[in-house]
């Protein structure tokens, strides 16, 4: 495992995160649970690529649809810029929350501390759920299958909404001249803080040509931070909780400062983790009654 958190280290120092292939997360991951269980016999490593290559392959498809999913409709600006000044104009002067918190917060052409810590949690979601699948599969694999169908099914709906309501980010309504105050879209400055500007540019990357610049609503970053959390929360007593539902309300945080996310696409991307949980944990309770 030493081994591996160094050649991890220094790909990620020299090449970035491995965030932009679904294929290179899960060959890194692959590699850790061969580092971690190196005693088990090779054809036992191989059930790694049986079980995780098709949900590879469906997570790049689902990456190359995205790009796709703002040709049918025009963007929606204005809706989102309502409801949240709706919400929180009474507190930010009749402003978006993004607005408001790069005036008080960012400062161009200086990275705060802040930012490094909201780059780490920005990244975090290229991570964290196929990190916890991977522990999953590795410990539980009844679990891992409940969290795996909890997974596509909130990424699957996320991507059909994207197609039906291509939705404008902060960064982007301001870009034209739709959001009146100026935003910038700050999710990866903390990179260069701290000397990995490889990571910063593999994401800048990312956001510039591999991504959906209008798929706003919901905010799977936020709902996948949150998938995670609550799919633990029953297993672990309460006063643990506050500990792990910290974890999306940083994700919403970093969203909102960076300029990626107004407030209203963060609560529908809770609203779409409720729903998936429940009809998801219905279907499972059907067919477990008709076995």
């Known amino acids: 495992m030493a081994v591996w958190a160094v050649a991890f280290a220094v790909g990620t120092y020299f090449i970035g ?28 490593h191989l059930l790694f690529l049986r079980d995780w290559l098709p949900i590879s392959l469906l997570l790049v498809l689902y990456n190359i649809s995205r790009g796709y999913a703002d040709d049918l409709f025009d963007a929606h600006v204005y809706p989102m810029i309502h ?8 507190a930010t002067g009749g402003k978006v929350p993004t607005v408001w ?3 008080h917060l960012y400062h161009a052409g200086h990275v705060q501390w802040w930012e490094v810590v909201v780059s780490l949690v920005y990244v975090s979601h290229f991570l964290a759920v196929p990190t916890i699948g991977v522990l999953l599969w590795v410990r539980r694999r009844e679990q891992w299958a409940r969290f795996m169908r909890r997974w596509f099914t ?3 709906a996320g991507l059909i909404t994207y197609f039906l309501y291509p939705a404008a980010p902060p960064w982007w309504a301001s870009e034209y001249g739709q959001l009146p105050e100026h935003v ?15 990571a910063g540019n593999t994401l800048n990357a990312l956001q510039v040509e591999a991504s959906n610049p209008v798929a706003a609503m919901p905010s799977l970053h936020t709902a996948y931070a949150m998938m995670a959390v609550a799919f633990f929360l029953p297993m672990v007593a309460k006063r643990w909780w506050p500990l792990l539902l910290a974890y999306p309300v940083a994700m919403t945080f970093t969203l909102v400062y960076s300029g990626e996310h107004y407030v209203i696409d963060v609560l529908v991307g809770w ?7 429940l009809i998801v944990g219905l279907a499972e309770r059907y067919v477990k009654l008709l076995r």
Not at 22 to 30: E, K, S
Not at 184 to 198: C, F, Q, V, Y
């Open 271 to 277: 609203a779409y983790v409720a729903a998936v949980f």
């Open 83 to 90: 409801a949240d000044e709706g919400m929180f104009g009474w």
């Open 17 to 44: 995160v491995p965030t932009s292939d679904p294929l290179i997360a899960f060959g890194w991951l692959w590699l850790a649970t061969i580092a971690w269980r190196n005693d088990r016999p090779w054809r036992e």
């Open 154 to 156: 909130l990424s699957v």
């Open 101 to 103: 918190l790069q005036e």
């Open 184 to 198: 910038d879209r700050i999710s990866t400055n903390g990179w260069n803080a701290i000397g990995l500007h490889s």
